[in-house]
C-alpha cells in the first residue's frame, strides 16, 4: 500500500448523488505521480444545482451540459485507480458521493478501500480546533490554489496523508493507520464500514429537547450549536441546560442550525492566518445564503440563560 489514489467530488445540490465534477491523483512511493480531473454531469433525478453548491464551488448546469455523466465517469475512476486504496479528506462524503451516484443510475457500488486524511489529521496534529482541509494545508505550508475545486482539494489531501506518513515515518498507508489504530473504510458487496479511530470513547449524545418546556422561553424550539470553550461550563452542561428550555443541540452547523454560540477561542489552535473556527465560518456562508442562523459570544448566551431560567 505505497499506492494509493486521493480523489475529491463537489456535487450540485444537497444530494449525495449528485456529483459534478471530480479529482484524482496517484501517488506511488510517496510521490504524486499523475493527476486526473474532470466535470461530470449529474445522474438524472439528481442533476439540478442549488445555489448554495454553486456559490461554493461555481459549477453550473450549462458548464456540464457536455460533461460525461456518472457511467462513464466510474469507469474512468476505476481504470485510473486499478486495485489501490481512495484516500479522502471527510471520507465519509466522497465515497458517499460514489456510492449513492451508483445507486442513482441503478450500477452497483464497487468494492473498493479508503482511508480519511481528516481522521489521520486529528491523530497527527492534536489541539487544532478546526481540521478542515484549507485550515490543515495553510498550518502544514500546502498550496491550495482553489478550495472547491475538485482537483486542487484532490492534490491538497494527497499532501496531507504525504505529510502524515512522513512525520509519522511509516511508508505505507497501512502501517500508519495501523500506527494511530484506525480502521481502513471499505465497501464490500455494497456494503460500507467507514474509516475510523477504533481507540475512541463511545461519545454521550446530546439530550432531547423537553418538549413540555415553556415555549414562551428564548430557547424553546432552537436548534444550537457550540464552538469555542465557554466560561465555567462545559458543552454537555449547556446542552442540558437547554434541552431542559426545549432547544436541542447538534455537533455541527447546518442550514437547520438556529443559533451559534461561540465561545472562547485560543489563537494557537487555529491555523496561522485563519481567525475564526470552521463552524463560525460555515454560518456565515449559510447567513450569506440567506439562511437564518444567530450567532451569539458566550456572554449573550449566560444572558439568555438567566432570563429563560429566571
Known amino acids: ?26 501517488v506511488k512511493e510517496g510521490q504524486i505521480v499523475e493527476e486526473w480531473s474532470s466535470l461530470i454531469k449529474p445522474p438524472d433525478g439528481h442533476d439540478h444545482f442549488d445555489a448554495f453548491n454553486v456559490g461554493i464551488h461555481g459549477i453550473t448546469a450549462d458548464r456540464v451540459r457536455d460533461a460525461p455523466g456518472w457511467p462513464e465517469t466510474l469507469e474512468r475512476i476505476a481504470q485510473f485507480a486499478g486495485d489501490t486504496p481512495f484516500v479522502a479528506h471527510n471520507a465519509a462524503f466522497d465515497m458517499g458521493v460514489l456510492a449513492d451516484a451508483c445507486k442513482a443510475s441503478g450500477l452497483p457500488v464497487p468494492d473498493l478501500r479508503f482511508a480519511c486524511t481528516l481522521v489521520v489529521a486529528r491523530r497527527t496534529w492534536t489541539g487544532l480546533l478546526s481540521y478542515k482541509l484549507p485550515v490543515l494545508a495553510a498550518a502544514l505550508g500546502i498550496e491550495l490554489p482553489r478550495h472547491h475545486d475538485a482537483g486542487d482539494d484532490a492534490r491538497a489531501a494527497a499532501q496531507v496523508m504525504l505529510a502524515a506518513l512522513k512525520r509519522q515515518g511509516p511508508a505505507a498507508l497501512v ?57 465555567n461550563m462545559t458543552r454537555t452542561a449547556a446542552a442540558e441546560r437547554i434541552a431542559a428550555l426545549g432547544a436541542r443541540t447538534v455537533s455541527n452547523v447546518t442550514k437547520f442550525v438556529d443559533l451559534l454560540v461561540v465561545g472562547a477561542i485560543e489563537p494557537r489552535q487555529l491555523a496561522p492566518g485563519v481567525k475564526k473556527t470552521g ?23 449566560y444572558e439568555l440563560l438567566t432570563v429563560a431560567e429566571g
Open 1 to 26: 500500500m505505497t499506492a494509493w489514489v486521493a480523489i475529491d467530488f463537489e456535487t450540485a445540490n444537497s444530494l449525495r448523488g449528485s456529483p459534478c465534477s471530480v479529482g484524482l491523483v496517484k
Open 175 to 231: 502501517d500508519l493507520l495501523g500506527v494511530h489504530r484506525i480502521q481502513m473504510g471499505s465497501y464490500r458487496g455494497g456494503v460500507r464500514q467507514g474509516c475510523k479511530y477504533r481507540g475512541a470513547a463511545r461519545r454521550t449524545p446530546f439530550p432531547d429537547a423537553e418538549p413540555n418546556a415553556d415555549p414562551d422561553n428564548p430557547f424553546y424550539g432552537l436548534t444550537v450549536c457550540f464552538t469555542g470553550s465557554l466560561p
Open 279 to 301: 463552524k463560525l465560518a460555515k454560518a456565515e456562508r449559510l447567513r450569506d445564503f440567506g439562511h437564518d442562523i444567530t450567532v451569539i459570544d458566550a456572554e449573550e448566551f
